[in-house]
């Protein structure tokens, strides 16, 4: 069986086309939980606005985790709280919707099931 951590750690690739410009991202679909989504569309005026934004992107970090996104001077801009905060959040939020459309189709290694 599965442990909870080998399925939050499997990676998907997937292209982002923003404006022209083709990204490639790697992320972990399993990182996505009810837990993450509650931190990313939760009521943002119950926290204070710093609180929440380090929250957000906290959930982004968990669930990104490579891209082929560089500086001004070619090297690879690494994942980090403070590279997220200033990647424009159509970027971002492309992900999520990746993540979406896969978990809609069943793409988990196998089939969709409706059986428990």
């Not at 997937?14 to 399993?30: D, H, N, W």
């Not at 001004?72 to 919707?97: F, I, N, Q």
């Amino acid at each position: 069986m599965p442990t909870l951590a080998a399925l939050q750690a499997v990676t998907e690739t997937a292209t982002l086309e923003f404006y022209g410009q083709s990204i490639k991202v790697k992320y972990r679909p399993g990182a996505l939980t009810i837990k993450v989504e509650r931190l990313l569309f939760g009521d943002a005026g119950d926290e204070d606005g710093d609180r929440r934004r380090d929250q957000v992107l906290e959930a982004f970090l968990a669930i990104i985790d490579s891209w082929d996104i560089t500086e001004a001077d070619g090297k690879k801009l690494a994942v980090t709280k403070e590279s997220l905060a200033e990647v424009p959040r159509e970027v971002l939020y492309e992900v999520l919707r990746k993540i979406g459309e896969a978990s809609a189709r069943g793409k988990n290694g196998g089939s969709p099931s409706s059986t428990a």
